[in-house]
């Protein structure tokens, strides 16, 4: 049985008016939470197919953006989204939901398959590149429309989301199970990771080209737990091995900006690329590789790290002014806070993902000096301390002597809960001030507990914001905090999940980054070359076709108004068989537009760009050819690089081809 009917019977209850009131004025903030989460478990399992109430034609286990087809079209299924909320949907599940389980079995059968769709990136088979796709159809067909791809992000998050299952399993007797449907799915994510970790690729926000911190992290995150857990399955993984120490050294050298002090969140931008750098980016980076037994160094960007709090600052601070809604707010507490400061959709709103994922990353870096025992300020950090605590100084702050204690289950830090004990301590305790005589006066837990004071701002905020029924859009207006853009959002959700999660003490398994060799002394951004995929059969995957083929990278340099895009059409079935509208381009380097396809050996291909216009599409005059050679090792590469002629023919209405997108 899915979420859904407990999502209607508790939004049956709360839309009436007095619940409402009582939501809003009546409830303390942990009651709040403990209310919302539980209509934002049941709002996500709405949005799974096959059964979620809001995910009708949904395949099994597919996970839907939004259950919207408006303002904007959410109805498809993002492999980051996915693998983001069913990350949460894990943890949930291992505190003791264990009505979870189906659901999470059922996004690894989708997932078998997602991976082996064939996209505008190209295949699975041989060259990975499909995994790189980030949209797909809710049925796990291709999408083919204009998108910023790749995004690699979504192989590593898929990857991470997995292995966090797998060390369940390995905790409960599911060794045959791990090793025989799940892993074979994470290997191929891991070495589409290892291979291709360094391209040029889009941000989580789909707007950027460069390399972006988030990705980046997440990347480092699953090549890291790779390698741990490939030996943990009697396995090994080299290329984890080889590339993670690589990938440590991109993150560590590549995403400071020492003026501004704040992470710059994409790098490698096309020319002309002008933001500050200041972006929730980096939040859900630290959120969501956040490793409970991580040390602060600022390499690894954990949200203990100087780094990640000084970014906080930042960020936060650019949204004090702009957004009318914060007006009033003290100039040292939580406020609304978006995307970027420089963002325009829809207007450039405060997200809910945002400002929750601004919580959570301060839930988890108190809960990492916790551990610690111990917090230390550096100058990097001292600004972020001080605004919450005035008297703060650069050193190191101890934890009190009396800090360990114990339960029947064995010892703890005080304050400190983790899951899967026996013993779990519900909401609202261990946190705090002075709960136990010797910790009263201490400036290490009234620093701490200033943090998580600043951090329930943040839910706090979100609270205010909260609608009747409890179920989260994408954004918040600037002005009036009503809700906008994509409604009953299933990220949005997911978010509030994972920061209730760290605010009362749960905490993913550690991936293994307190045990990470000494970063090389000189980075290398090769990657690992080549590597061999397979389609993961036994969980559930087709079999692909895995006859041989020759890459072609077709790129065309054509200049293109706002509306306007660029498809390329040709006689092979990866350029549509003639379809004008079946293979999209992207403009990593605009003006110069990027295909990945794949052909056949040994064949003359016939082929022309098309400019999608908004009523229209208008190929270019004439024909090209471009004759693949023999298949030689199966790792034959070609490319081109052609600029786009004037207009020929023109598809305006009537046309309709059963395997594209459009109709007229
Ligand atoms: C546990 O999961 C079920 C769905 O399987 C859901 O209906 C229920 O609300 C969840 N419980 C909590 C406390 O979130
Ligand atoms: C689901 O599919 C059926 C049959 O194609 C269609 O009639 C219905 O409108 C679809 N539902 C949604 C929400 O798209
Ligand atoms: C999958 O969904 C797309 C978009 O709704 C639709 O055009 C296509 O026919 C569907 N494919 C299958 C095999 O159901
Ligand atoms: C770094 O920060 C400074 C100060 O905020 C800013 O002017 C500069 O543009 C930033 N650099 C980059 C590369 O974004
Ligand atoms: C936000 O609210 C203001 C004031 O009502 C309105 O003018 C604006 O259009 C709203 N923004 C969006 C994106 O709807
Ligand atoms: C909750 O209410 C909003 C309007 O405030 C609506 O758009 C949304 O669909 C509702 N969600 C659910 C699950 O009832
Ligand atoms: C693309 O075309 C423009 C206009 O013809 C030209 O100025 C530019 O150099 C071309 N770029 C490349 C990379 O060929
Ligand atoms: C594509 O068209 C060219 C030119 O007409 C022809 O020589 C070639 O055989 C065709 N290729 C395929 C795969 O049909
Ligand atoms: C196709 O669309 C473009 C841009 O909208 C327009 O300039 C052109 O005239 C159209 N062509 C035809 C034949 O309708
Ligand atoms: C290009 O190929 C298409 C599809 O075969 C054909 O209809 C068209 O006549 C060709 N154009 C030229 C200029 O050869």
Redesign the pocket.
């Known amino acids: 049985m899915h979420g859904p009917l407990a999502l209607v019977l508790f939004a049956a209850s709360a839309l009436a008016g007095p619940a409402i009131e009582q939501r809003q004025a009546t409830l303390s903030l942990d009651e709040f939470i403990a209310q919302e989460r539980r209509i934002a478990v049941a709002g996500v399992l709405a949005n799974i197919g096959p059964d979620g109430a809001s995910a009708q034609n949904a395949s099994r286990g597919v996970v839907i953006a939004g259950p919207g087809i408006v303002n904007p079209d959410y109805r498809y299924t993002w492999t980051r989204d996915s693998a983001m909320t069913i990350h949460a949907i894990n943890e949930e599940f291992f505190v003791g939901n264990a009505s979870l389980q189906s659901t999470i079995e059922d996004y690894i059968y989708a997932e078998a398959i997602r991976q082996t769709v064939n996209t505008p990136l190209g295949d699975l088979y041989p060259w990975g590149t499909g995994l790189g796709e980030p949209k797909y159809q809710i049925n796990l067909t291709r999408f083919h429309g204009v998108w910023g791809r790749p995004q690699p992000d979504g192989p590593a998050l898929r990857a991470i989301t997995l292995m966090g299952y797998i060390d369940y399993l390995l905790d409960n007797g599911g060794m045959a199970q791990a090793k025989r449907i799940i892993w074979p799915i994470v290997v191929n994510d891991l070495l589409f990771v290892a291979q291709y970790w360094s391209i040029i690729s889009y941000d989580l926000w789909e707007e950027v080209a460069g390399n972006s911190f988030f990705t980046i992290q997440s990347m480092h995150h699953s090549l890291v737990e790779g390698a741990h857990m490939a030996t943990r399955l009697g396995y090994t993984c080299p290329q984890c091995e080889s590339q993670a120490p690589q990938v440590a050294c991109f993150l560590a050298n590549n995403f400071w900006n020492e003026t501004g002090q704040h992470v710059l969140a994409n790098i490698n931008t096309p020319e002309g690329f002008s933001r500050s750098g200041i972006d929730s980016n980096f939040l859900l980076g630290a959120a969501e590789n956040f490793d409970i037994d991580a040390p602060c160094d600022n390499a690894y960007y954990q949200p203990c790290s100087s780094r990640i709090l000084a970014s906080h600052k930042a960020y936060v601070d650019s949204f004090r002014e702009i957004y009318p809604i914060n007006a009033g707010r003290p100039a040292n507490g939580a406020v609304a806070t978006g995307r970027y400061p420089e963002d325009t959709y829809y207007g450039g709103n405060p997200w809910y993902i945002c400002t929750l994922n601004a919580a959570e990353v301060l839930y988890d870096a108190a809960a990492q000096f916790r551990r610690q025992g111990q917090l230390t300020i550096d100058s990097t950090s001292l600004p972020f301390f001080q605004q919450l605590y005035p008297s703060a100084a650069v050193g190191t702050y101890n934890a009190p002597s009396g800090w360990w204690q114990r339960h029947s289950w064995g010892w703890s830090r005080w304050g400190e809960k983790t899951w899967g004990k026996p013993s779990w301590w519900g909401p609202g305790r261990g946190y705090g001030r002075g709960r136990n005589g010797n910790q009263r006066g201490s400036a290490f837990t009234d620093i701490l507990a200033s943090m998580t004071t600043y951090a329930d701002g943040f839910v706090s905020v979100v609270r205010e914001y909260t609608p009747a029924n409890g179920s989260y859009s994408e954004q918040y207006n600037r002005t009036t905090g009503e809700m906008l853009s994509a409604y009953d959002l299933t990220w949005s959700l997911a978010a509030f999940v994972t920061m209730t999660q760290r605010r009362n003490g749960q905490y993913p398994a550690s991936w293994g980054l307190r045990d990470v060799a000494p970063l090389p002394s000189s980075c290398n951004t090769a990657g690992a070359g080549p590597q061999n995929y397979a389609p993961a059969i036994e969980a559930g995957a087709p079999p692909v076709d895995m006859s041989c083929t020759v890459q072609i990278t077709f790129r065309v340099n054509a200049t293109t108004t706002f509306g306007t895009n660029i498809y390329i059409s040709g ?2 079935s990866d350029l549509g068989n003639w379809a004008p509208d079946y293979e999209p381009m992207t403009p990593p380097s605009y003006p110069i537009w990027e295909a990945i396809v794949e052909a056949p050996p040994n ?4 082929y022309a760009y098309v400019q999608q216009n908004p009523a229209n599409y208008t190929f270019e005059v004439g024909n090209r ?1 471009i004759t693949t050679p023999d298949c030689g090792n199966g790792r034959v590469q070609l490319s081109t690089l052609d600029a786009i002629r004037g207009p020929g023919t023109v598809i305006t209405e009537n046309y309709c081809n059963p395997d594209v997108t459009r109709c007229w």
Do not use: F, L, W
């Open positions: 006689n092979i064949t003359v291909v016939s050819t």
